[in-house]
Nanobody
């Protein structure tokens, strides 16, 4: 059974940092492109960042560029999102997602429809 479990969320002040983790079980993430998405209160879920199966390629939403860093440790079967300089508008539930890919694939996936597996989410709240 595939499971993605996010952790690391919490309540922080504007300007603080958080590191989210997504631990995978039931699948070796080395064969998967991975992504982070978020849903802010009253809004649709949106793309945040994605990383290729090898970790060699990444892509970010404009709102995340320069502040967030996506990374992966395939040996630990874990995906990360380092978030710095947090803003109140970053307040959301953050979800990790996985998509099976062929080895060597460099395609980066930014659409929710591209991903087959999802975690339950972790809440991030940034106070002003």
């Amino acid at each position: 059974q595939v499971q993605l479990v996010e952790s690391g969320g919490g309540l922080v002040q504007a300007g603080d940092s958080l590191r989210l983790s997504c631990a995978a079980s039931g699948l070796p993430i080395s064969g998967y492109a991975m992504g982070w998405f978020r849903r802010a209160p009253g809004k649709e879920r949106e793309f945040v960042a994605t990383v290729s199966w090898s970790g060699g390629s990444t892509h970010y939403a404009d709102s995340a560029k320069g502040r967030f860093t996506i990374s992966r440790d395939n040996a630990k079967n874990t995906l990360y999102l380092q978030m710095n300089s947090l803003k109140p508008e970053d307040t959301a539930v953050y979800y990790c997602a996985a998509r099976r890919v062929l080895a060597g694939t460099r395609t980066l996936y930014t659409s929710q429809a591209d991903y087959a597996y999802w975690g339950q989410g972790t809440q991030v709240t940034v106070s002003a």
